[in-house]
């Protein structure tokens, strides 16, 4: 971590922090998951949580990651992305963490994929039904099933999610296509936005 870097400030954080800290202490991946899922739904209707204003800004091309949080005794992380119309990931996972999801405003398209074998440096997936985040909704991953997409499903608004990482979110596999369903993986280095 930057050691320089001050996650900002917002109305509310502290109320956040401490409801996401409870969640953290529930035990086994299971129950802190369903706990954050929980969390997650009261703070984005909560009106004492307000994100900063940065979070609400997209970003040229690619989507906009900005963390919001580091516990440094529970050892989890928050990140905010802002998604503009249509922008999305490519097929990753969650270097081995659970996550937990929440839609802040918009709407999201979450597609899982399914590993179903791996040879060398070639790993094959199938897509899964899409999921479907409005506004308020939350869902998590824990691995070994952590393979997604996620998508902004409007062509015209941005939508804004917050992820609860089991730790810090530095970095992924990314899943390039080879074609019929075949993937190759590379490690990508994943930035943090001011």
Request: hydrophobic share 35%; with cysteine.
């Amino acid at each position: 971590m930057d050691l320089h870097f001050t996650p900002p400030a917002f109305r509310g954080k502290d109320r956040l922090i401490t409801a996401l800290d409870a969640a953290v202490g529930q035990g086994d991946a299971e129950g802190i998951t369903h706990a954050l899922q929980h969390t997650l739904r009261q703070a984005i209707h909560d009106p004492e949580i307000e994100l900063p204003s940065c979070v609400h800004q997209p970003l040229q091309g690619r989507y906009a990651r900005r963390e919001l949080h580091r516990s440094t005794t529970l050892g989890y992380s928050v990140i905010a992305m802002c998604w503009g119309p249509g922008q999305g990931t490519p097929l990753h996972d969650h270097d081995a963490m659970w996550c937990v999801e929440g839609v802040w405003r918009g709407d999201l398209q979450v597609t899982p994929y399914a590993l179903l074998e791996q040879r060398g440096p070639r790993w094959r997936f199938a897509a899964q039904p899409v999921l479907y985040g409005e506004t308020g909704s939350a869902g998590s991953l824990i691995p070994p099933h952590e393979y997604h997409t996620l998508r902004n499903a409007s062509s015209q608004d941005i939508a804004v999610s917050l992820h609860v990482y089991q730790g810090p979110m530095e970095r992924s596999t990314v899943f390039d296509p080879l074609g019929d369903g075949w993937y190759q993986p590379r490690v990508q280095e994943l930035d943090r936005d001011s």
